[in-house]
Every structure is written in structure tokens, then in C-alpha cells.
């Protein structure tokens, strides 16, 4: 049986999401990154608090490219060298899973805010 395409899947089957998934995300909402790019992003955003290791990171970005949620653009020169940077950029499923986390979060927020939450215990 294969997957169903992105546009049948429901986005909640993929939440919760990682910490540093949801980062990725969040970055390339506001357009194509390369790889080092989303690194420093996710850096700056978190006062150095989060500073994936490149292994750890592009894990990462494989399993949401697997999972539909991002998608690699072409390869653009860096700097009129040779070399070349490998873009990522966020699908519409991606960005579907991105408000469907965003909701679930701000509906967790709204609860503790609400003081609905358990008492702490001693």
C-alpha cells in the first residue's frame, strides 16, 4: 500500500513535532534556505541556546523532506564560485503541518494561561 499524497494526509498525524523540526519549519516559512543558512537562523532565534550539529540537522531535514514537508531547490552558486548550495524550501503540506503545530501549541499556551492546569503537586 503507498503513502496517500500530501494534499489527502491529515498534518495532525505528524505531531507532536521536534523541537528542531518545528525550527526548520519555521525558518524556511519565511523562504528558501540553504543548510548552513537554517543552522545560523536557528541560532540567532535562540540566543545559541539551539545549535544542531550538522549531522543532527540534516537527519532532520531528511525525515520532513521524507515526509513531504520540505523539498530541495536547485543547487545556486555561492559567491560566483564553483561551489554550490543546496536550497530547501517548505512544501504546502509542510506549511499545513507548520499551523497545524502552531495551533496545537497555542491551544497548550491558551490552557496554562487559563489557569485550567492541574495544581503542582509538593
Do not use: C, W
Amino acid at each position: 500500500m503507498s503513502p496517500k499524497p500530501a494534499f489527502e494526509r491529515d498534518p495532525n498525524e505528524l505531531l507532536p513535532l521536534k523541537p528542531l523540526e518545528l525550527l526548520i519549519l519555521a525558518m524556511l516559512a519565511n523562504g528558501e534556505r540553504h543548510g548552513y543558512g537554517l543552522h545560523q537562523d536557528i541560532v540567532a532565534h535562540t540566543n545559541g541556546r539551539i545549535a544542531p550539529e550538522a549531522g543532527n540537522m540534516y537527519r532532520h531535514m531528511r525525515r520532513l523532506q521524507t515526509e513531504g514537508l520540505i523539498e530541495e531547490t536547485e543547487p545556486k552558486r555561492v559567491d560566483g564560485s564553483d561551489d554550490r548550495r543546496i536550497y530547501y524550501r517548505l512544501r504546502p503540506f509542510g506549511r499545513r503541518v507548520l499551523t497545524a503545530e502552531t495551533r496545537r501549541l497555542r491551544a497548550l499556551i491558551d490552557l496554562a494561561e487559563g489557569g485550567r492546569t492541574a495544581p503542582a503537586r509538593s
